[in-house]
């Protein structure tokens, strides 16, 4: 083929990178993919320190992992880092660094060193420095002027705003989930790091609630598909979570409804290499629905499969595949199936349980008191869908009624009860 004359043409600078700047991140995505760089780097302990000051605001990630040489640094500030990656790592498209801190701030400043022996080099991207230049230059600041030097401050009590003690539970919880088997130290390769806000440690939240007796553990399925010409496993684990009555306390239950409460947190949690990327949702094969939100299925995406899944940059999203899209769809409406289950009838009806097999008045009985219970649950979850605390109360008031119902109706039939 003849060859065609050429002309590099530089993009701009200052408009590329505002469109960088917002590819879907918010601030816990973003530190999420600023931990992943820490674990690819090997490290077991990452701190991530806050100071919200106005305009002197900052947000430090700090980790023990093996750090860069100037070489690494200079190619790390890099947008679209130059590497090869092994199929089980976290980062791929060598933008996270930096799309992820400059979506939410102005100026990142990369510190590192490789062992305590070497000095340490920082290097700089500065929005403003970019918009005025438009040019891709990177800032080499000397280590006395920036602040990564200080020691964090930790906002006090009458300091640290409401809304910014929010924001930081809101971190930490995101941190929680998507690197929950992280921190537990459930990897494949039994890795485990721990992750501090502010000096306090992050605590895991199993999506699953294992720790629960009653959480129902489904059969594992094993879904086959092939990509370019390798044969790929799809694992899928489905859990039914206990219904509120059944949990083992109350605190438990509010502890696992997690980050976006229950009826959003219902759906398929996939996993990359361990890291959670997409927490809940059905992936547009079913609506988020109150009566299946006990529904939550464990789903990993195989290594190489990267790209069928159409990873998102900001590792937010993934799309599930033609290949399985069937399977998955079967799977999920079998599980809501039972979570709907599970949801209506907490503890199985026990009155009925007692009276051996229920009288056909009972049953009837039992049916209308359901009718009427289920359509007055679905009429408070939607005009209550903001106040959520309010709503919890009046569902548990309404279940507590469903069960007095059942009781009466029993004993106007001369149904004993033995269950209590
Ligand atoms: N915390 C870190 N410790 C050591 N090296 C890092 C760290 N963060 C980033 N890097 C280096 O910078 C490179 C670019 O990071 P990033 O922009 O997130 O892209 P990716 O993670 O997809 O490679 C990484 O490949 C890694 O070599
Ligand atoms: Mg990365």
């Known amino acids: ?50 100071n919200f000051d ?48 400059l979506s939410q701030c102005r100026h990142l400043t990369v510190a590192t060193r490789t062992s305590a022996a070497t000095p340490i080099r920082l290097a700089k991207w500065d929005l403003d420095h970019i918009e005025k230049s438009d040019r891709w230059e990177v800032l080499r600041p000397k280590l006395r002027e920036s602040p990564l030097a200080g ?37 494949r ?56 009555s059944a949990f083992s306390s109350l605190a438990a239950h509010r502890r696992s409804a997690g980050p976006r409460f229950w009826t959003r947190q219902q ?35 195989p290594n190489g499969a ?12 993934i799309r599930v595949p033609p290949a399985v899209r069937n399977e998955l769809g079967a799977i999920a409406s079998s599980v809501s199936r039972l979570a709907e289950e599970a949801y209506r009838r907490p503890r199985g009806d026990r009155t009925a349980e007692a009276a051996g097999l229920a009288s056909d008045q009972y049953a009837a009985l039992a049916s209308l008191v359901r009718m009427v219970i289920d359509a007055t649950d679905q009429l408070i979850a939607r005009e209550l869908a903001d106040s959520l605390p309010m709503r919890a109360r009046l569902i548990g008031r309404l279940r507590a009624m469903e069960a007095e119902l059942l009781q009466s109706a029993a004993t106007a039939l001369g149904i004993t009860n033995r269950a209590t």
């Open 1 to 50: 083929m003849r060859r065609l004359a050429t002309t590099e043409v530089i993009p701009s600078a200052r408009r590329l990178v505002r469109s960088l700047r917002d590819i879907g991140y918010d601030i816990s995505s973003a530190l999420s993919d600023l931990v992943d760089n820490s674990i690819a780097a090997a490290a077991t302990n990452i701190w991530i320190d806050t």
């Open 54 to 101: 106005g305009e002197g605001s900052w947000i430090r990630v700090l980790d023990d992992g093996r750090g860069m040489t100037g070489k690494e640094l200079r190619e790390a500030m890099r947008f679209g880092t130059q590497r090869i990656y092994g199929d089980d790592e976290l980062g791929r498209f060598g933008l996270g660094l930096k799309s992820a801190s």
């Open 151 to 187: 020691n964090p401050r930790y906002p006090d009590g009458r300091r640290a705003e409401a809304d910014f003690v929010r924001l930081i539970d809101e971190i930490r919880q995101h941190l929680g989930m998507t690197f929950h088997r992280y921190i537990t130290g459930e990897t």
């Open 189 to 244: 390769s039994h890795r485990r790091v721990v992750i501090r806000i502010n000096g306090q440690v992050v605590e895991a939240w199993d999506p699953f609630s294992r720790a629960e007796r009653a959480t129902s553990r489904l059969p594992v399925q094993r879904l086959r598909m092939r990509v370019d010409g390798r044969a790929l496993i799809v694992t899928v684990r489905p859990y039914v979570l206990p219904a509120e």
């Open 267 to 301: 759906g398929f949690y996939f996993y990359r290499n361990d890291r959670l990327i997409q927490a809940g949702g059905w992936s547009r094969l079913r609506t988020q629905d109150e009566h299946t939100k006990l529904a939550r299925i464990a789903v990993e995406i």
């Open 306 to 317: 990267d790209d069928v899944f159409e990873l998102t940059v900001s590792k937010t999203q």
